[in-house]
Nanobody, 126 residues
């Protein structure tokens, strides 16, 4: 049974930092591209960042470029999202996702995603 478990969310002041983790089990981790998505209250889920299976390629939505960094440790079956210079508009539930095809993540094809985590809440106060 595949599980993706996010952790690291919480309350932080604007300008602060958080590091999210997503621990995967039940799958051949390095065979999957991984992505982070977020959903703010009353808004649609949106793509945040993605990383290829070997970690060699990374992608970001424009609004987080230079502030967020996605990385992965295939030995630990874990993907991370380092979030710096957080803004109130970053407040959302953050979800990790796994898919064999990186394109599915980059296209934000939510219904085609192989696996989703349950999310972790990030709240940024002004």
């Amino acid at each position: 049974q595949v599980q993706l478990v996010e952790s690291g969310g919480g309350l932080v002041q604007a300008g602060g930092s958080l590091r999210l983790s997503c621990a995967a089990s039940g799958l051949t981790f390095s065979s999957y591209a991984m992505g982070w998505f977020r959903q703010a209250p009353g808004k649609e889920r949106e793509f945040v960042a993605a990383i290829s299976g070997n970690g060699g390629s990374t992608y970001y939505r424009e609004s987080v470029k230079g502030r967020f960094t996605i990385s992965r440790d295939n030995a630990k079956n874990t993907v991370y999202l380092q979030m710096n210079t957080l803004k109130p508009e970053d407040t959302a539930v953050y979800y990790c996702a796994a898919n064999r095809a990186l394109a599915t993540i980059l296209r934000a094809n939510y219904y085609g995603m192989d696996y989703w985590g349950k999310g972790t809440l990030v709240t940024v106060s002004s």
